[in-house]
């Protein structure tokens, strides 16, 4: 955590950002053939992502420009998620749904977020990490339950 607020502070933000999302979204797609378990992996990883850089703002460990970068990004790649979702030929399920669902939470969360950074809000941010652990926490229950479709 410290490299990378130190990697942030040096004026990297874009690079810093463009690595970070970059890792996140391989290391999830070499995990598994199985789509939800990919997007599931991108979406809690970038959820992840939005917890930490929302920490740091609120610490004054980035600035904002930085922060509100980031967390559109973020999500951005959460929706991305969402909508690789939905695209899927797999059959509907309840549980299917509930990731979707979870994933789209995810996405507005962090959007919550990186407006409430551009409007220096600190009350408003704290609640969108609030909505994000939230959502984080159904979606690995949502992912837990989901079984996939046996061909």
Not at 23 to 39: D, G, R, V, Y
Not at 132 to 137: E, F, I, V, W
Request: charged share 15%; aromatic share 4%; hydrophobic share 45%.
């Amino acid at each position: 955590m410290q490299l990378i607020l130190a990697i942030i502070k040096n004026e990297g933000y874009q690079l810093c950002r463009s690595f970070v999302l970059a890792t996140m979204l391989a290391l999830a797609a070499c995990s598994s053939s199985e789509p939800i378990e990919q997007q599931s992996k991108i979406a809690a990883s970038a959820s992840q992502t939005a917890a930490m850089v929302v920490d740091a703002w609120a610490a004054g460990a980035v600035p904002s420009h930085y922060a509100s970068a980031t967390l559109q990004s973020t999500a951005e790649t959460l929706a991305n998620a969402s909508r690789q979702m939905q695209s899927e030929d797999s059959p509907e399920s309840p549980e299917r749904h509930d990731v979707i669902t979870a994933m789209g939470r995810l996405s507005a969360a962090a959007t919550h977020a990186q407006v409430g950074v551009v409007a220096g809000n600190p009350r408003q941010v704290s609640h969108a990490l609030q909505e994000l652990r939230t959502a984080a926490s159904d979606l690995a229950a949502a992912h837990a339950r989901y079984s996939p479709p046996k061909s």
